[in-house]
């Protein structure tokens, strides 16, 4: 394997690895990893790492390179081709990674990007197509999200269009019913991977009844929200305490505390929080208690 090819594997790796940290959002993480890739892509000979890390459907008869189901949603074959799964991920996967919790997101999208290139690899049985990008794992994120949350509001490109503000039902219905159009119209024909969109959106679907079914439907115990009150200074908090306070399930709720206590100030020291339990400390031991 090509120089490149390993160098952009490490960084798929310790991409990932940092996401695994409390303190690094998971969908940042994901595109930091598809950006250093693709850099490296610029870099290395021309085709060499899109040929080594691209998923090919002959592999599942050979049984060669089967890492690659992985390490091709992170190679794009241009600018225009990452920009777009760029910008879609970060529209619909923070909001998902926020409600759900880091953990429940990522196997959300990698669990749908697989499934997306097993499916696009029964359309394209036995060929040596390649298979690459993330807009498998990404529709994985938006069947979860039109699960879970329909009714919720998010940006979105509808088409050309920008909208600051949409219902996820509408942008995300919108988006699956051109992607099955498309399927229709252009088949095989066309370079993109219609058949990896709707199979990651529908895995996605799946994910979104079964990943959150424990934890994240228990419903939540007391806790007093007044405290903070006081520390909501920026829109930004004021939002994430309402979002708390109407949330019945705990670990949607905690995940917006989280993200409270991350940006919060202590008015004693000026030091960020954290979230513990019943309590928000701060880096010099200052606490506020919302028992």
């Not at 990674?97 to 049985?125: M, N, P, T």
Request: proline share 4%; glycine share 10%.
């Amino acid at each position: 394997m090509d120089i490149f090819s390993l160098a952009a594997i490490a960084a798929i790796v310790i991409a990932v690895a940092l996401a695994g940290l409390k303190r690094f959002g998971m969908t940042q993480l994901l595109i930091l990893g598809c950006m250093a890739v693709f850099t490296l892509e610029i870099v290395a000979p021309r085709g060499t790492i899109i040929e080594e890390l691209s998923f090919q459907p002959i592999f599942l008869t050979n049984g060669q390179s089967l890492y690659t189901v992985f390490t091709s949603m992170f190679v794009h074959a241009d600018v225009f081709h990452i920009f777009g799964n760029m910008l879609f991920l970060l529209l619909v996967g923070v909001p998902l990674e926020d409600r759900v919790g880091k953990r429940k997101f990522a196997g959300i999208f990698f669990i749908a990007g697989v499934a997306a290139v097993l499916v696009e690899s029964l359309v394209r049985w036995d060929t040596p197509t390649l298979i690459l990008g993330a807009s498998g794992a990404i529709s994985g994120v938006m069947g979860a999200m039109l699960l879970l949350y329909p009714k919720d509001r998010i940006p979105m490109f509808v088409g050309p269009i920008f909208l600051p503000s949409v219902a996820v039902w509408i942008a995300v219905g919108s988006w699956f019913g051109l992607q099955v159009f498309y399927l229709a119209f252009y088949g095989t024909a066309s370079g993109t991977a219609y058949g990896a969109h709707l199979g990651g959106f529908l895995a996605g679907m799946v994910l979104g009844q079964l990943l959150p079914a424990g934890e994240k439907r228990e419903k939540i115990r007391e806790v007093n929200l007044a405290p903070l009150e006081a520390l909501a200074t920026t829109p930004q908090l004021r939002n994430a305490l309402d979002k708390a306070k109407g949330e019945q399930e705990r670990e949607v709720r905690d995940a917006w505390l989280e993200y409270f206590a991350k940006h919060a100030k202590c008015p004693q020291c000026g030091s960020a929080y954290a979230f513990k339990g019943s309590k928000l400390k701060c880096q010099n031991g200052h606490e506020v208690n919302l028992k």
